[in-house]
């Protein structure tokens, strides 16, 4: 099969321990669609920068719009500011430090118009070690978040809240919301589908699929039972999300088909 897109997991710096455990969550919902498997290579990209990035004279990182991973984490900082979320931003270098909150919204605004999305078929998975704040689609503001995607496009997830208070990480809970967003991302509860329910968008109804979505957004009931299905064979989405997602994958073959066909053709 032809390569449909690549999947980018890019961090922020401190986050590369946990980046594998993003990729393995990520290699776990794909193995519900072995057809597919092949047609989206993974690819840890680290905290990311580009080959256009340059450095002023004092040695400082000058932090172009796009080019790096922390200029999207700078710009959500920033914008977290002036709404009052978070207090200060230090930019060092290669490392970001932000009192506080960063908007989920800055991210995506700044995600859906990525130069390089458009030229390299990508869905990108941005993990950042910020909590998050965002707005609801009824305009409503959310005192957190763990994440958010667009189909096709792209997932956000913070480690914030999987830091329990001992200063344990909790990779299982991580694991379930990289799952649930990389889930969104390929489609699994699109608009019109059956069995599902608007909860902050639309979400399944099975209560042993990991593309539920609790009120107080509390997933760890919902990694219990995906813990005792795994322990049993058993895949982390329910059969109506797996269906919903080869109908996703065959589309996603169908436009990269035609895609590579009017490249040739060009
Ligand atoms: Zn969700
Ligand atoms: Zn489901």
Known sequence: MIKIKDIYIAHEKGLEPVAPIAKEAIEEVMSCFPAFKEAYPITVLGNWESEHLRTASDGKLLLEAYESTNWYIGQAAQQAISDG????????????????????????DNLSRDPYAKRIPQIQILLTKHDLYGTQSNGRLLNFCLGVSKEDAFSIVSTARFIRPDGVFDQEGFKTVVMHEFGHAIGLTREGRINTYEQLGP???DENCIMQQRLDGDFSDITRRRLIFKAHDLPPIC????????????????????????????
Request: proline fraction near 2%.
């Open 239 to 266: 059969p109506d999300c797996i269906t919903e997602g080869e109908k996703f994958f065959r589309r996603s073959l169908a436009k990269a088909l035609i895609r590579d066909f009017n490249i040739r053709n060009r």
């Open 203 to 205: 979400h399944c109804a």
């Open 85 to 108: 979320r978070a207090s200060g931003i230090k930019l060092n270098n290669r490392k970001i430090k932000v009192n506080g909150q960063i908007s989920i919204d800055s991210l995506y």
